[in-house]
């Protein structure tokens, strides 16, 4: 079985990892911080923009399988649990949030020696991001007809 997923949804809700992390990481935000805790200064920030740009479209692939995948997830909860969909698809990116990112990157973050504060950071950006998603994908709906 295929999930049925909403394809106007899944697009949004790529836009919005797009939106959200542009946002976290200016300086007025969380930039600062997460500058001064990875190591880089203005100086190193400088440089090419043809590398910005082949990151973002990389960047913006892993969001559409990102926003695809929680999709086909959810119409999958909905399918065995049914209910209320946006509240199933919300449960399932915090699920999904748990057990692939936040695992992952402790653990990841721990034997690389960040600092917490930075594995915070980025795990609280995944989690708005996923969770922003999902309630885009949830309000939705499943079918786009």
């Not at 590398?51 to 399918?79: D, H, M, R, W, Y």
Request: hydrophobic share 55%; net charge positive.
């Amino acid at each position: 079985m295929v999930p049925e997923i909403n394809i106007w949804a899944v697009l949004l809700a790529t836009a919005s990892s797009m939106v959200v992390g542009s946002i976290w990481y200016t300086r007025a935000v969380f930039g600062r911080y997460w500058m001064k805790a990875v190591g880089h200064t203005q100086e190193s920030m400088k440089g090419s923009g043809t590398g910005a740009i082949i990151i973002t479209v990389i960047v913006s692939f892993v969001s559409f399988v990102t926003a695809s995948v929680l999709a086909g997830a959810a119409a999958i909860a909905q399918n065995f649990y049914g209910g209320n969909f946006l509240f199933n698809t919300l449960l399932t990116g915090l699920i999904l949030w748990a057990g692939f990112t936040a695992a992952r990157m402790v653990t990841h973050d721990a034997f690389d020696r960040r600092p917490a504060g930075l594995t915070v950071l980025n795990l609280a950006h995944e989690l708005v991001t996923i969770l922003l998603m999902a309630l885009i994908i949830g309000l939705f709906g499943i079918s786009a007809l």
